[in-house]
């Protein structure tokens, strides 16, 4: 790709809506981009009139006393943290630092020498996916604070921002383990708000505002009252009958109007060609009620569970939406698609755009068989048993196959390789689903996919995506 256009984006015209307009890119979950693709992507938000950016972080930070737990990711290093957040500073963007500092630790908690400080140090029965080898949640103790406390201190002064983003998402095995006596006595909601409270002070004590993910506040909306004057709550949802309305009104009722961020979704996870149509109404949602009840930012999420399959191309169009939507805009699919070709492949042939836009209208075609995730997606990592008994029957051979014609119809000739390879997934998806002999040559849709992932992201988590990509059985589909 060459060097995305200097042309002022129509959003640039139009005041915002909202004072922060930001993209949180996950860089945890296998792919972390190169520093060349990061400052593609920083042209874009400076088009884009975003003046905001996070990378998402849990292990992946070279801090220099824990090299066992990101040795094989390929992380930023202190130095390349500080050149992208200089570049950004040049495009008034603001390099926010994110580091997860509750749940979702389990990148550091398999290791023995962290098990100290995990919740569970043994495993956990995970709600959703079942039994879990080792933690994802730090035990609330002093011991976990001094932990994080050192973290914040190696990486807080890479960034010339006074924001922090301290996570607090999803603490799933919290007082099941060594917690269960004091939440059996206090209640899990008051013994969650009270570590959270720590790390808020910690926050402050390196001189940033906390912001923080506000998912297990609404389990049980009175704690929001208690939340600390200046803390900034982060509202995320990512399906299109998200609650924005409510829980925004919740927050802004609270005292924190103005203060509270809205986090819809990219939709591109759990997909290999983006889930657009719910995306679009995800941002617009969030959107609509954040300006509604005050909120003071709108940051878009691009997470890459599971491996991170989705082609890098695939975050473009909810890029832009979530721009316009910022700015109290709606696109028509049109109108995206010239501007995908505008700001992302201004010297190359037209018709980038109008293919990842009928991309992204692949998976509306099925049926969703569980949020986040797409029927392709999980059609292609379901083994057998699964797709016999939980993805088949959701839906008729005929719908398969329409969505196999719509695939055919879109064109990839001339275009960058990655759409290619988005229909070849989506494909051999299909062919999975519908019990036939895939047709791909597997091996050279492993080799396509991994020379894809080495055009923007480094060479750590590749090997563990294509692990879940699962060769040994899918061969015997060939």
Known sequence: MMAISTDTFFGKKEKPHFKRRGLMLDISRNRVPTIKALKRLINALQILNYNELQLYTEHSFAYSTHKVVWKDASPMTPEEVRDIDSYCAEREIELVPNQNSFGHMERWLKHEQ???????????????????????????????LTFIDKLYAELIPNFKSNQLHIGGDEPWELGKGRSAKRVQEEGKH??????????????????CKPQFWADIIFEYPDLVSELPIGVKPVIWGYEADHPFDQQCKTVAQAGFRNQFYVAPGA????????????????IRQAAKYGQLHGAKGLILTAWGDNGHHQ???????????????????????????????????????????????????????????????SFLHSSFFSDENELEEKLRPLVSTNTLVNCQNALDTIPTEGLDQEIALAVRLNQAAIERALGVDVSEDYQILIKDFSEQWRRHSREGGLGESLAMMGTETKVSYT
Not at 267 to 282: H, I, K, P, Q, T
Not at 360 to 373: M, R, S
């Open 114 to 144: 962290y098990k100290e400080i995990a919740e569970c140090p043994e495993g956990f029965d995970h709600p959703i996916s079942g039994w879990r080898r080792f933690g994802s949640t730090l035990y609330p103790s002093s011991e976990s």
């Open 190 to 207: 008051r013994v969650y708000i009270e570590f959270m409270r720590e790390l808020f002070d910690l926050s402050k004590k390196h001189g």
């Open 267 to 282: 939709g591109n996870w759990n997909s290999f060609s983006g889930r657009l149509d719910l995306a679009e109404v995800n």
């Open 311 to 373: 082609p890098w191309l695939t975050l473009y169009p909810p890029l832009i939406i979530a721009a316009a939507a910022a700015h109290g805009l709606a696109l028509s699919r049109t109108e995206l698609a010239e501007q995908v070709d505008s700001i992302f492949f201004p010297d190359f042939k037209s018709g980038h755009g109008a293919a990842l836009c009928a991309l992204g209208e692949i998976d509306n075609l099925l049926p969703q068989p569980a949020a986040p995730n």
